[in-house]
């Protein structure tokens, strides 16, 4: 029990679809990530948010959109997407703030774009 | 040159064997250090911190030496289920956000 869930965990889209993915952590944290990780590729961070403000975008196409109403909940709403997006993503959380905290993982969403 | 670099394995190893990973990190203000497990299709999970003085929990012993800048996680007496790729995870900055994650190594421990 990581204490970070996300759903949904499987998502099939149309390139024309919209959908978003939800994260929510329970850990009392203040910082939340975004990943990508492709087959059998390393991981890739997206989007970082501390204290609800975005701290960091790693180039990530604005297909990719994502939101952070509170220090609990993450979200990414994908739009028009590519089948080189189908991935698994990962959601994490930290301390954050201050200090090099170690990152506790959700599940994953693993979505395929057809 | 990569941020952090690892090992890049595959290690396929006996069981009962010991094995070592090593981890190479190219900014000296790094911060703090962590060896992360992933099993197949699942999430990375926390392994170990690593602190400047080394520690131990069970067979995993993790090692920090800042001056030539790598870390090493030494499992011993390897099991099956130690199987899975091991990620070696370097803070460079002391605000969130500024982890970076290595490649992997890829652990098979066989029969």
């Known amino acids: 029990e990581t204490g970070v869930t996300q759903t949904p965990r499987h998502l099939v889209m149309g390139m024309t679809n919209k959908k978003s993915l939800k994260c929510e952590q329970h850990?009392?944290?203040?910082?939340m990530y975004w990943y990508k990780q492709s087959a059998k590729k390393p991981l890739e961070l997206m989007f970082v948010y501390n204290f609800k403000e975005q701290t960091e975008n790693n180039s990530v196409p604005s297909r990719f959109s994502p939101e952070c109403p509170n220090s609990s909940h993450l979200f990414l709403h994908l739009h028009t997407l590519q089948p080189e997006d189908s991935a698994l993503y990962l959601c994490?959380?930290?301390?954050?703030?201050?200090?090099?905290?170690?990152?506790?993982f959700g599940p994953g969403t693993r979505l395929t774009v057809l | 040159r990569k941020e952090v670099e690892q090992d890049p394995g595959p290690f396929n190893v006996p069981e009962g064997a010991t094995v070592a990973f090593n981890c190479t990190y190219s900014?000296?203000?790094?911060?703090?250090f962590f060896w992360y497990r992933q099993d197949c299709r699942k999430e990375p999970k926390l392994l170990m911190s690593v602190y400047s003085s080394g520690n131990e929990d069970g067979r995993f012993t993790a090692q920090l030496n800042r001056a030539s800048q790598y870390i090493s996680l030494l499992i011993r007496d390897s099991k099956l289920s130690d199987s899975a790729t091991y990620l070696c995870?370097?803070?460079?900055?002391?605000?969130?956000?500024?982890?970076?994650f290595g490649d992997g190594t890829t652990l098979t421990v066989k029969p």
């Open positions: 900014n000296s203000a790094s911060q703090s």
């Open positions: 850990l009392g944290h203040n910082a």
């Open positions: 994490a959380s930290s301390q954050g703030g201050q200090g090099g905290d170690e990152q506790f």
């Open positions: 995870v370097v803070n460079t900055n002391t605000n969130a956000g500024k982890s970076t």
